[in-house]
């Protein structure tokens, strides 16, 4: 009775559809793994780290900017970086109208740089560029194992979707990539254009920009080329989502990820985390994969989505199996309270750290960890942010402040 109400105060058949559409914004990673906007470079310098397959560039100024100037047609460059499971890749791009100028953006596996060709391999195939007096793109991904067999995810103002749409000429575009949560979206000017499923078969360790033109003209490439400045690529510290119960949880097992135990290989995995370096430097690992816990719901919280009976159970029962598997190995169970929703940073460390603590008493109740070793770092009067509960003999640790 009440939907049907609020149905009527609303008016029929004017209700405002509401999705992810209309919500999404672009959220950077806030793990930076390369940054380079050029400013520090002399005009006709070239920048390390950067492998030409084939062609040549140079930085250039245009409009009070520095940018990657590709000198002839066809230059495609590359930088090797492994990306994290989940991570954004920004960039600024300039199209010159004359012979409509082309950026071809690429992420590539390890594999896929051994055996480079004109437009991949790769996971990712975005174009972008000028199409007749207007900005657009074309954005692919792979969805063969062998071959480069492209899917079209989706266009704007490019090939078959000519003349439909469109972004404004004449303007630097800022233009984005976002996995995060097994879903590649692609960014043009703060707007969400695309989004698609995106589960790659091995980490991406590449991105490459290739410079072309969809016609010839009779300037030289260098006068009427695509621009590339503001390069920015970064990993997430925290999983896409709210944390259920206020609390993130991860197992830290101290082998790479392609070393996982058969029982975490299909699980995601948190390549960057302040929980990662805390632990790394409390106990000397050089490797160590954090593996993401999916949690149900809030197993404790009065006011917040309550778990049944039987899906806190199940999920006791495999957090039980687990901690079996990262005992052999010698890991452990890191719990890390979410204040994100509080007012002040003070109201965010305060929260995070009694999140942290009401879980951990939580899994004690259920048998997971000692619960007089808890009691004891309580005690103590340190709080912690997050908590390492050691899998070999379940004692608690604290590791953030």
């Known amino acids: 009775m009440g939907l049907l109400l609020a149905c ?25 793994l390369y940054q380079e906007d050029l400013s520090g470079m002399p005009i006709g310098a070239q920048v390390a780290g950067w492998e030409i397959i084939q062609g040549s560039y140079e930085v250039a100024e245009f409009q009070d900017r520095r940018w990657f100037r590709p000198l002839t047609y066809d230059t495609h460059i590359l930088r090797r970086i492994r990306l994290p499971q989940e991570f954004s890749v920004e960039f600024t791009a300039y199209f010159f109208e004359p012979g409509n100028a082309e950026l071809r953006v690429f992420l590539h596996t390890a594999k896929e740089t051994q055996r480079l060709g004109p437009d991949g391999p790769a996971q990712v195939y975005l174009i972008v560029g000028r199409v007749d007096k207007l900005d657009g793109f074309k954005l692919r991904k792979r969805v063969r194992p062998s071959g480069v067999i492209y899917e079209d995810v989706a266009a704007r103002g490019y090939d078959a979707y000519e003349g439909q749409g469109g972004f404004p000429a004449d303007r630097p575009h800022r233009i984005a990539l976002q996995v995060r949560g097994g879903q590649l979206a692609l960014f043009f000017d703060g707007e969400r254009v695309a989004i698609t499923p995106f589960h790659p078969p091995a980490p991406i360790e590449a991105i490459s920009f290739r410079f072309l033109s969809r016609s010839g003209h009779a300037l030289p490439y260098k006068d009427r080329p695509a621009l590339l400045g503001a390069l920015r690529v ?41 929980a990662l370096d805390a632990l790394r430097q409390r106990y000397g690992w050089k490797e160590v994969t954090l593996v993401v816990v999916p949690l149900p719901g809030n197993p404790f919280g009065s006011d917040a989505v309550q778990v049944q009976l039987q899906e806190a159970e199940a999920f006791v029962q495999k957090l039980r199996e687990e901690l079996e598997e990262a005992r052999r190995v010698g890991g452990g169970l890191v719990i890390v309270g979410d204040g994100r929703d509080s007012r002040t940073e003070r109201e965010r460390k305060l929260l995070a750290r009694t999140r942290a603590l009401a879980f951990a008493a939580w899994l004690a109740q259920q048998g997971i960890g000692n619960q007089q070793d808890l009691l004891r770092l309580v005690a103590g009067g340190d709080a912690y942010e997050a908590l390492y509960l050691v899998a070999d003999n379940g004692g608690y640790e604290g590791i953030i402040y």
């Open 8 to 32: 009527g105060l609303t008016g029929y058949g004017h209700a405002q559809i509401r999705g992810g559409a209309e919500m999404a914004k672009f959220e950077p990673g806030d793990l930076v």
């Open 234 to 274: 970064a990993g997430y510290s925290q999983p896409v989502g709210r944390a259920a119960g206020g609390v993130f949880l991860y197992w830290a097992l101290p082998v790479p990820e392609e070393r996982l135990p058969r029982l975490f290989a299909q699980s995601q995995t948190l390549n960057g985390s302040l």
